[in-house]
Structures are given as structure tokens and as C-alpha cells.
């Protein structure tokens, strides 16, 4: 092989890499944005019931 072909194969495996780890960081952050907003979603939803049960026995 010349030059050239080592040239790109280290580019293709560079850049794969690079871009690979930046997909699978945006992937993380949204499962974990995804789980945030749900577990924000029940503890609301958890204290809204509370209140409305309050406000019933009263």
C-alpha cells in the first residue's frame, strides 16, 4: 500500500472514533436528561396527590 491509502485509513479510524464518542456522550445525556425529567415528573405529581388528599381530609 502507498502512502496515501495509510493516510486515509487513519483518518477514517480518527474521525470514526471522535464521532463515535460524541454520538454515544449525546446519547447518554439524553437517556439521563430523559430519567431527570421523569423522576422530576412523579416527585411532582407524588406531591400534588399528597395535597389533594390533604385538602380532602379537611
Not at 9 to 31: H, N, T
Given at each position: 500500500?502507498?502512502?496515501?491509502?495509510?493516510?486515509?485509513?487513519?483518518?477514517?479510524?480518527?474521525?470514526?472514533?471522535?464521532?463515535?464518542?460524541?454520538?454515544?456522550?449525546?446519547?447518554?445525556?439524553?437517556?439521563?436528561?430523559?430519567?431527570?425529567?421523569?423522576?422530576?415528573?412523579?416527585?411532582?405529581?407524588?406531591?400534588?396527590n399528597?395535597?389533594?388528599?390533604?385538602?380532602?381530609?379537611?
Amino acid at each position: 500500500m502507498d502512502s496515501g491509502t495509510f493516510g486515509w485509513i487513519e483518518l477514517v479510524l480518527f474521525y470514526g472514533i471522535a464521532i463515535g464518542l460524541g454520538v454515544w456522550q449525546w446519547v447518554k445525556m439524553d437517556r439521563m436528561l430523559k430519567k431527570t425529567r421523569a423522576e422530576k415528573a412523579a416527585k411532582e405529581a407524588a406531591e400534588r396527590n399528597g395535597e389533594t388528599e390533604r385538602n380532602a381530609r379537611e
